[in-house]
Nanobody, 120 residues
Framework: QVQLVESGGGLVQAGESLRLSCAAS????????MGWARQAPGQQREFVAR???????TYADPVKGRFTISRDNAKNTVFLQMNSLKPEDTAVYYC??????????????WGQGTQVAVSS
């Protein structure tokens, strides 16, 4: 069994920063790609950023230059540094990870989400 738990969300003003964390735990053999997605009220969940186990990062256009994804492989943790936040960044942020368990089965797991609210 594998779990992903996010932390770090909150309410900030436009222009401020937040750092999200997501720790994976359980019967983990290896974690491949990890990433973040977000879902605003009334909208579909959308891709935000992804990082490979080797540290190669990809970003959605709306967050390029403002968000930075990173990971600590030793701690099975992924981070999302969010700078210059805008009201349109308001959403529930979900982390995800492609995890190979000790059974050698591979699935994409999701966290429960953390709320980010940006006021203007």
């Amino acid at each position: 069994q594998v779990q992903l738990v996010e932390s770090g969300g909150g309410l900030v003003q436009a222009g401020e920063s937040l750092r999200l964390s997501c720790a994976a735990s359980g019967s983990i053999f290896r974690i491949n790609d990890m990433g973040w997605a977000r879902q605003a009220p009334g909208q579909q969940r959308e891709f935000v950023a992804r990082i490979t186990s080797g540290g190669c990062a990809t970003y959605a256009d709306p967050v390029k230059g403002r968000f930075t994804i990173s990971r600590d492989n030793a701690k099975n943790t992924v981070f999302l540094q969010m700078n210059s936040l805008k009201p349109e960044d308001t959403a529930v942020y979900y982390c995800n990870g492609e995890v190979t368990a000790t059974t050698r089965a591979t699935f994409v797991y999701w966290g429960q989400g953390t709320q980010v609210a940006v006021s203007s």
